[in-house]
């Protein structure tokens, strides 16, 4: 193929100064500006590589500016803002080179840490300002405005190269970084655990490469998925995507090294060092694809010549070609060959395509069935499909219609799997015909040279045995404005050398990935000013624009096949604004200013107010009803909640906030109230029992006993051997720990907060309190996430701190026969019990105090409904089979297995309204009955619709508690 010229670049423009000026020698003898992300004045940038822009980006006099910054720092180095090359530096940086036939990496503009990152974990981490946030502040995931971007041409910088975090960024000293080290295991005769000394010592010389490869997001354009369906991503624009050189060693290369065996083999797993919520990050491609150089699979440690950086995985990472970004594992720790797929959270609950029929209310209903569909492997993204954007004309630029002017449209492409972008046609007519774009492909650019090696790396893409495209491509086309004017948008689209074509309509799927619809700009024609205005489909993260969120807004399908327009002789369609679900906890109309003085005048039980994100509510009509109980309310009384509200609760708890939104706190009051408490609040000398309702008390993890291969005992020492625990019966503590911690994850964790009921006695003076806990790995979208806890606690070490908190909950068993709802008292003589997994927790707790008494003091009767999918699956079962044994008059168990192995002897099948019509029945016509419920949400909502639902079993509200 012919290479035209690139939109920003060419081959001649290389430019002659580096960012650093990489020169060794010259670095450590003159101590010449080191790392780029430690400085804070510009020091040598190149901008030869903007010249041939349109008029509508960076102007000259910008560039000039840095040409005089080029030469003043080259004649003045002044030596404050110059700190000489760590010895990691020293290690890696290699002489850059002044001029080359192919592009050369544009100079980064240097950066700091920017004051908004400074309280999140990645408080070291240095940004560029310009990125545009998708997820709030933290974790960083971001793009760069889309025509800067392509401004820059085939290489992007380091500054604007997206970011994908799953979590916080693992922070690496360099005095730490040579020493990295990361392992090959698995199904190889000769496992080895590699430094990043070792794969730049000159053992492995000859074998480093370099490359440019351009890493795309799975959810590059998901903003406009989002707007046709709300996915379960987050709002990526059409800038998720960037191009690097970059250098390492190639994968085979290394898998070869530690004896691969390629018979066994079919996989390759890759695992990172970021501690998340469930587990590391992981995931695996085809071992086949691993070995294959057409792949060029490597293991790299040089983004354009630089070490990476932190947020792209310093010191070392996976770069895979051609596939989704996803692929790509940061700060990687671990390599393992297997026989298998990764069975990694992020492999199988991110990245792939669901059938678009699946709803994101099902994808996450936590079904075996659902999970089968999530471990599809057919459902899992790897090679990039086929996908370009339109970039000039820009979002809302305008042009004037004059008579022989012309415009020229321009825009980014690239396909998958090493293919290559064929074709590029442009439709004026939306779709009817098609005019044929030009495409230049820089990347051609480095395949003349053969002896070249950049960055210690060989260069030469045809001698590496490959000649697949891996980077993005550049077409244009050059129209007469006047014909933009006779059209109404602009639809485009790639096609790759396997003739797979974008297609019209969008594939709409759960997580919103591989949006490949054709890319389509709107055009306006205002008369009064004769001029074009352009109109992109949408604006990244939450910024407003784009006809997408226009034309929904006005009633528009925009699944009707015309982009939402209305045909001709089309009625028009009623307006029915969708429900957005960005959920809003506070009262627009309330404009009030509350000051530290007036919250603690509410620090009681008749009125408290509580503070949640500096915004001030009243909690006193939740006394009555809070499914934690009117202490949980109380409890909160004039503090700031913020992490223990959004950690448990649902989003539909925060849609009822706003009624009771009461105003704002003041800056000052908001700020003192958050200050810490001081240490003295801490009781010095320990109390007889633990617990305390306001504050968080640590205790020490002593032991974790496993009792099934998913659930295990957690024991935690009190403040002193005779202390109890202080939890009434019936009653719930909460549990605060951080995430994950690890040993090359020095960042700062991330807050989880849960209720448990404890297996131990609660009253016994044993100093010590046991958690039953299940670990699991929750689909997406599950109850509370909760395998976040219970991963964390797993991988909590031995003598970590935990804090505690309580007692919570609404339920309690005062003394036997006596129990008291949300502060209500009760006589009861019989207690239904209906629990399923980790539910029988609390109705543990609750029989075994009653049970504690003889037959004759209490004589409360208990039907136990204990559900589960298989046998291994009941919890505490020993205790409850030899419980029930002993006080038949007192305990009916019924185990219920919805998946039973042949041999078993008890129910089959799930609890169903029948199950519970033959064992239940109705109310109790003395209301001394109670059904206590605890299980999961489906679970919960069934018994729910059962007892006192319409045409249900009869049951009061009243009577049937969910814990
Ligand atoms: N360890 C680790 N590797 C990771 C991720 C992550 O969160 N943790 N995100 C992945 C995703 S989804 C993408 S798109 C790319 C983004 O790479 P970048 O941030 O360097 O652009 O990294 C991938 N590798
Ligand atoms: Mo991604």
New binding site residues.
């Given amino acids: 193929m012919e290479v035209t010229s690139s939109p920003a670049l060419t081959a001649s423009q290389g430019f002659t100064k580096s960012p650093l000026s990489f020169q060794k020698q010259k670095y450590i003898e003159d101590g010449i500006p080191r790392s780029f992300y430690d400085l804070e004045k510009p020091s040598i940038t190149n901008l030869d590589d903007i010249d041939s822009q349109s008029s509508t980006s960076q102007s000259c006099s910008e560039q000039d500016q840095d040409q005089q910054s080029l030469s003043s720092s080259e004649s003045t180095p002044s030596s404050e803002d110059q700190s000489p090359l760590s010895d990691f530096e020293k290690a890696l940086l290699h002489t850059q080179p002044t001029s080359a036939p192919y592009p050369l990496p544009p100079a980064p503009t240097p950066i700091s840490v920017l004051p908004l990152d400074l309280k999140t974990p990645d408080s070291f981490v240095p940004r560029d300002p310009a990125l545009i946030r998708l997820t709030g502040v933290h974790p960083f995931n971001v793009e760069a405005p889309l025509t800067p971007l392509y401004d820059q041409g085939f290489l992007t910088t380091l500054n604007l ?7 916080p960024v693992p922070q690496v000293h360099d005095a730490d970084a040579l020493s990295w080290s990361f392992t090959i295991e698995g199904l190889c005769s000769s496992p080895i655990t590699l430094t990043l000394s070792d794969l730049i010592s000159s053992r492995f010389e000859e074998e480093v490469v370099s490359y440019p490869v351009t ?1 795309v ?2 959810g590059n354009r998901r903003k406009e998925q989002n707007q046709v369906r709300k996915s379960k991503g987050f709002s990526w624009g059409a800038a998720g995507l ?1 191009t690097s050189l970059w250098t390492g060693l190639p994968l085979g290369y290394l898998l070869s090294l530690a004896g691969v065996d390629s018979r066994k083999g079919k996989f390759v797993h890759f695992e ?1 060092a ?1 501690a998340l919520p469930n587990g590391y ?1 992981g995931t695996s491609v085809k071992l086949s694809h691993a070995m294959d150089p057409e792949r060029g699979m490597m293991i790299s440690w040089l983004m354009n010549g630089l070490p990476l950086h932190p ?3 310093k010191p070392l990472r996976v770069i895979i070609p051609g596939m ?3 692929r ?4 990687l720790k671990k390599i393992v060959i297997s026989d298998r797929p990764s069975e990694n959270w992020y492999h199988i609950y991110d ?1 792939r395509v669901l059938p678009t029929t699946i709803s994101p209310e099902e994808s996450g209903n936590g079904t075996e069935e659902m999970v089968k569909i999530w471990k599809d492997e057919r459902y899992a993204i790897y090679d990039l499909n086929t996908n370009s954007a339109v970039v000039y004309p820009q979002h809302e630029e305008t042009v004037t219609i004059k008579d022989g002017a012309t415009y020229e449209l321009k825009g980014y492409a690239y396909a998958g799997g090493g293919r290559r972008v064929t074709r590029m046609e442009i439709s004026l007519d939306q779709g009817k015909t098609w005019l044929l774009g030009n495409i230049s492909y820089p990347e051609d650019l480095y395949r003349t040279e053969t002896e070249s090696r950049i960055y210690g790396g060989r260069l030469d893409l045809s001698q590496n045995g490959r000649d697949a495209s891996f980077c993005w491509c550049f077409w244009s086309l050059v129209l007469p404005v006047s014909t933009l004017a006779s059209a109404s948008d602009i639809v485009v689209r790639a096609m790759d050398e396997a003739m797979m074509v974008q297609p019209r309509d969008m594939y709409w799927s759960v997580l919103g990935m591989m949006n490949n619809s054709w890319f389509r700009v709107v055009i306006h024609h205002d008369s009064a000013t004769n001029t074009l205005r352009f109109e992109h489909p949408t604006q990244p993260a939450l910024q407003p624009g784009g006809w997408m969120e226009r034309v929904k807004k006005s009633g528009g399908d925009l699944t009707n096949g015309f982009w939402g327009e209305r045909q001709a002789g089309e009625a028009p369609t009623p307006i029915t604004p969708p429900p957005e679900k960005e959920i809003t906890m506070t009262n627009p109309s309330i404009n009030r200013q509350i000051t530290l003085e007036e919250l603690r005048a509410h620090d009681s039980e008749t009125n408290p107010w509580f503070v949640l994100n500096g915004e001030v509510y009243d909690g006193t009509a939740f006394l009555e009803g809070h499914p934690g109980g009117a202490a949980s309310i109380i409890n909160a009384a004039a503090q700031d909640i913020s992490d223990e509200f959004l950690a448990i609760h649902s989003e539909n708890a925060k849609t009822m906030m706003p009624p009771y939104h009461v105003g704002t706190l003041t800056p000052q009051s908001l700020t003192l109230l958050s200050s810490p408490n001081p240490p003295s609040s801490i009781p010095s000398t320990p109390r007889p029992s633990f617990l305390h309702p306001k504050q968080w008390l640590p205790a020490t993890l002593i032991s974790k006993t496993k009792v099934s291969s998913d659930t295990k005992i957690f024991s935690f020492s009190l403040q002193h051997p005779t202390q109890s625990l202080g939890l009434p019966v019936g009653q719930h503590l909460l549990v605060r720990l951080s995430s994950p911690p690890s040993s090359h994850n020095q960042a700062k964790p991330e807050t989880i907060i849960r209720a448990y009921t404890p297996i131990s006695d609660g009253s016994l003076p044993s100093g010590k309190v046991d958690l039953l806990v299940k670990i699991y790995y929750p689909t997406s979208g599950s109850k509370q996430g909760g395998g976040k806890m219970t991963q964390a606690l797993d991988a909590l070490p031995l003598h970590s701190p935990v804090e505690f908190k309580g007692p919570t909950g609404k339920f309690l068993y005062l003394s036997p026969g006596l129990c008291s709802i949300n502060s209500h008292q009760r006589a009861v003589t019989n207690l239904v019990m209906i629990c399923a997994g980790s539910g029988i927790t609390p109705i543990f707790q609750i029989l075994r105090s009653i049970l504690s008494s003889p037959a004759s003091a209490d004589p409360t009767k208990c039907l136990v409904l204990d559900g589960n999918r298989v046998e291994e699956d009941i919890l505490c079962r020993d205790a409850l089979d030899a419980l029930a044994d002993q006080h038949k008059e007192r305990i009916h168990l019924i185990h219920s297995l919805s998946r039973p192995q042949a041999t078993w002897k008890g129910r089959k099948g799930r609890m169903d309204r029948p199950f519970f019509q033959s064992v239940v029945g109705g109310p109790d016509p003395a209301r001394k009955t109670l059904v206590l419920v605890c299980g999961p949400d489906g679970l919960e909502r069934g018994i729910k619709e059962i007892f006192t639902g319409k045409g249900g079993l009869g049951w009061e509200e009243g009577d049937v508690i969910f814990f």
């Avoid at 190269?161 to 979590?167: D, Q």
């Avoid at 790509?328 to 700060?331: A, E, L």
Wanted: charged residues 15%.
């Fill in positions: 190269h997206y970011v994908r975090n799953h979590g890493l997001c799975a960037s990172g970021d990050y947020d792209h995985g989704i970004g996803g790509s594992v940061k700060w990245n």
